[in-house]
């Protein structure tokens, strides 16, 4: 029993070194990435797939650009921003209706 002893405290104090450590990178760690940040600057960084797919951004989207998540050819541009394709329709993806955005965008509360 007294040989069980030493043994069993090692373990522990093996177990709580690995999930001090575990928890130290955690909350050291970057955060990743994500349209659930809302930047301000939106259009120039979330793709328009991650405005599409998030419940919170594509009502934006569809109240500034009516029928744009919806067109067929979408889906060829949504690894892409808006402002990156603006250039290509700057009848539809005028800088007021894309500054809308951005605006309303960086008024959502952070999740």
């Not at 090692?10 to 930047?39: D, E, G, R």
């Not at 979330?46 to 998540?69: A, C, H, M, Q, W």
């Given at each position: 029993?007294?040989k069980?002893?030493?043994?069993?405290?090692a373990?522990?104090l093996?177990?709580?070194?690995?999930?001090?450590?575990a928890?130290?990178a955690?909350?050291?760690?970057?955060?990743a990435?994500?349209?659930q940040?809302?930047?301000?600057?939106?259009t120039?960084?979330v793709?328009?797939?991650?405005?599409?797919?998030n419940?919170?951004?594509?009502?934006?989207l569809?109240?500034?650009?009516?029928?744009f998540?919806?067109?067929?050819q979408?889906?060829?541009?949504?690894?892409?921003?808006?402002?990156a394709?603006?250039?290509y329709?700057p009848?539809?993806?005028t800088?007021?209706?894309?500054g809308?955005?951005?605006?309303?965008?960086?008024k959502?509360?952070?999740?």
């Amino acid at each position: 029993m007294k040989k069980l002893f030493p043994i069993a405290a090692a373990a522990l104090l093996s177990i709580s070194a690995v999930v001090s450590t575990a928890v130290f990178a955690a909350k050291t760690a970057a955060p990743a990435k994500s349209a659930q940040t809302f930047p301000a600057d939106s259009t120039s960084t979330v793709t328009i797939g991650e405005f599409i797919d998030n419940p919170k951004l594509k009502p934006i989207l569809d109240k500034y650009l009516p029928g744009f998540s919806a067109n067929d050819q979408v889906g060829m541009a949504r690894g892409l921003t808006l402002r990156a394709i603006q250039s290509y329709s700057p009848d539809t993806l005028t800088d007021d209706a894309v500054g809308k955005i951005d605006a309303e965008v960086a008024k959502l509360p952070a999740p």
